[in-house]
């Protein structure tokens, strides 16, 4: 009883650290979940990745079964089946029609046609080690086939040379969870649960690496993107202001000064006139007053 006896104090720490750092991956998902419940939408988020974990953990829970003396991998492998089969009803809840089908047909196909028929053939075609062997070579297929799948983000990553779409986070608590279930297998003797870690490991520090070397770039992209969404508010202020307060570019714009200057020269302009007239007047009269005819 490796997995679980003070006869190897070291794994069995193992095994308990290894248990918390699963846990909080499976409750990563946790924060989407609550904002799909919240907005009765699940907003365009795939299924695809929760169906495959309760994929995962009921191949590992079956094999631990197989085993006999796994009893930590059976208490987490029993919890993420528990947790991811939450996370698909809350999805199956709140998706749209479209969706629900599809989850539904995939769940037929992988939960429950695919692992039955691993099931059958194994109970079927083998017995004793051989069938606990089989079964553990069908574990490690399909537990590098998960730690191969980040292959499409990295990708990403190194062609957009951003890191926006990687959440390093999870990649972080999943190169964790890999080394402490390597160490794990490793003392126990366990290939099965060793091997896969090993490849998992290695893509998980690949995609640290790739966080260390374009979170400056992507830093970088944001502030250039920055003054961007400025101006463009500033110019959206603008039009607004324009439509508000129209301004017609051949009128020019009075100040109430120059009204006041328009008007004064008016007046002057209007004295004038008159001074003008008076002065006419004034000759005529004072020839009519001297009688002179003219």
Not at 210 to 237: G, T
Request: aromatic content about 12%.
């Amino acid at each position: 009883m490796a997995g679980l006896s003070w006869d190897h104090p070291w794994a069995f720490t193992i095994g308990i650290l290894g248990n918390i750092i699963s846990l909080m991956v499976f409750l990563a998902p946790l924060p989407t979940f609550y904002r799909v419940y919240r907005r009765k939408s699940t907003e365009g988020f795939q299924s695809v990745p929760y169906v495959v974990a309760l994929f995962s953990c009921m191949l590992w829970f079956f094999y631990a079964f197989l085993k006999t003396d796994a009893y930590l991998l059976i208490t987490i492998n029993s919890i993420g089946c528990a947790i991811e089969t939450v996370y698909i009803v809350i999805y199956f809840t709140y998706a749209p029609k479209v969706a629900k089908i599809f989850t539904a047909k995939l769940v037929l196909l992988v939960n429950v046609g695919m692992f039955g028929l691993i099931l059958l053939l194994t109970l079927r075609l083998a017995e004793g080690s051989e069938r606990l062997r089989a079964f553990g070579w069908i574990c490690v297929s399909f537990s590098v086939s998960v730690f191969v799948a980040p292959l499409s983000v990295i990708r990403l990553v190194i062609r957009t040379k951003s890191v926006e779409f990687m959440p390093v986070s999870l990649s972080f608590f999943l190169t964790l969870s890999a080394i402490v279930w390597f160490a794990y297998g490793l003392l126990t003797k366990d290939i099965y649960v060793g091997l896969p870690n090993v490849v998992g490991f290695i893509f998980g520090m690949l995609q640290m690496v790739l966080y260390v070397a374009y979170r400056d770039k992507n830093r970088v992209a944001i502030e250039h993107k920055l003054p961007e969404h400025i101006m463009s508010i500033a110019k959206l202020s603008d039009e607004k202001a324009s439509e508000i307060y129209p301004i017609d570019s051949a009128t020019p714009v009075v100040h109430d000064q120059d009204k006041l200057g328009n008007g004064g020269q008016k007046k002057q302009e209007q004295g004038g006139a008159e001074e003008a007239k008076e002065g006419m007047a004034a000759p005529q009269m004072e020839n009519e007053a001297n009688g002179v005819e003219v």
